[in-house]
């Protein structure tokens, strides 16, 4: 039986180290295409007319709110990882 759980702790770890990885691809995948986007707006936009100057700060602001939305969610989700992790431990010590 403890073989057993040796192996299903192994595997789940192993899960969630792959998709971590996935996870942090894909997330500077979607910073650099923003930063494409953010980097064609600035070279593209006149900033002498108001409605740009308008349009970059509201685009500005609603990343900012996406962005602290983001941290929070990856603080959480790693919290409740090592919640599991440290049930598996807690299981396998017993």
Request: no cysteine.
């Amino acid at each position: 039986m403890s073989d057993k759980i040796d192996e299903i702790r192994s595997n789940t770890l192993n899960q969630i180290e792959k998709t971590e990885s996935n996870y942090k691809a894909a997330f500077v995948a979607a910073a650099v295409l923003e930063i494409a986007f953010i980097a064609a707006f600035l070279l593209l936009a006149d900033f002498s007319n108001r409605s740009h100057l308008l349009l970059f700060i509201a685009a500005f602001a609603t990343y900012a709110i996406i962005l602290v939305g983001l941290i929070a969610l990856g603080i959480h989700v790693n919290r409740s990882t090592l919640r599991v992790i440290r049930a598996i431990e807690t299981l396998g010590k017993g």
